[in-house]
């Protein structure tokens, strides 16, 4: 184990937790892996036909300009509802278990999935298909509002600890499996005549994902609790009346922790949010590149990133979490203007290039040391809550506001996208900053 990893605060790597054997393992990866696929196949869907139909569909009494900001204003409200269904959640996981809170939240994004694949627009029922949507995507929020970081967390408390940050890579790579399955269903249904695709060819990968969320719930039923949650919550038996909420305790104990999980998510997330989202928006409206030609780059991507976000979290094991996430947030950093450089070239080639370059090294590296630096932050008894304060909070703050803030600074910039350069480098700075306190931190609680 590196000076980094047992250095990292809230002492995960002092915990005696048990190793389950092989098969137990896999199991638990492959469990958590299908809800975060599902997870992020419905949020990264929601994001490409945001400012592609979304806008045309439910706001067509609107400019384009204002369509468009509507639409991404759709999207960002699918976050609002994530820390409240992420505190809600993470409270069952830490006080019930970890299996009844993954499993309420597969059910409550396969009903909301589901739903937005048969919602009538604007054309059929007027305003009420504008409410509707945003209903059906703050419960789609809720859901999802504790499923990665419950994932991570459990994980993290199955596998051994020196093998914490690869392990828990492969659920932040599954990320990347559910924006390409996404995105390629996607791509597929843009290949439809445009009155077809505009009519019911957007609504069918949203109605294909229940056969996902049906393998979820499968899988997630049959799994046993985590050995590190059954053995912290015995010992914590005695002080059950003490510590009634999970949420109390974390913030009472842990509330500097709680800041550094939520300022090391800002440039990851920032980040991604404008190479998945933002990005198709961008070529196809502000470039005039065909969707599909942007929906192909992000494809070749994301498979970059899933590929690559294991191999930096072998390396996160190896050489430290905290030196892979830094190395990820510096690099994004100086690559954000030679990106949109790329971008603007209007060459597929170098579109390609570009963006499997950002995800495929500098956010495959914050994907692949965040599992672990994340879950290290926090004890078992309350660690899901603290995963997913720190992580929703952040969600909605840079998240879902990402793709709304970097159209809005395109329009300011009379096109160009200079101001959305530097807001991804101050978002990225703030990760770096994030993770230097954190050791700090370590040094005054060790």
Known sequence: MSEMQSALPGAAYRDQAASADPRTVRKVVVASVVGTVIEWFDYSLYGAIAGLVINKLFFPSLSPGLAMLAAFATFAVGFLSRPIG??????????????????????????????????????????????????????????????????????????PPQSRGFYTSIIMSSTGVGILCSTGAFWLVTQLPEEAFMSWGWRVPFLLSALLFVVAIYIRKNLDETPEYAAAQEKSASKRKKEQVPLVVLLKNSWREVLVGFCSLAGHLAYGYVLSVFSLSYMANTLGMHKSDGLAALMVAVTANT???????????????????????????????????????????????GMSIAYGIGHAATSGAQGAFLTSLFPARYRYSGMALSRELNSVIFAGSTPLIATALVTVGDGKPTLVALYLIACCMLTLGAVQVARRLSKRNN
């Open 86 to 159: 992420g505190i809600v959640i993470a409270h069952i996981g830490d006080k019930y278990g970890r299996k009844p809170a993954l499993l309420f939240s597969i059910l409550l994004m396969g009903f909301a999935t589901v739903a937005l694949g048969l919602l009538p627009t604007w054309y059929d029922i007027g305003i009420w298909a504008s409410i509707l949507l945003v209903i059906l995507r703050l419960m789609q929020g809720f859901g999802a509002g504790a499923e990665l970081a419950g994932a991570q967390t459990f994980v993290a408390e199955y596998v």
């Open 307 to 353: 590929l690559m976000t294991p191999v930096m979290g072998r390396l996160a094991d190896r050489y430290g979490y905290t030196a892979v996430f830094s190395f990820g947030a510096i690099f994004l950093a100086l690559f954000a203007f030679p990106f949109f450089t790329m971008l603007e070239s209007g060459s597929l080639l170098w579109v390609m290039l």
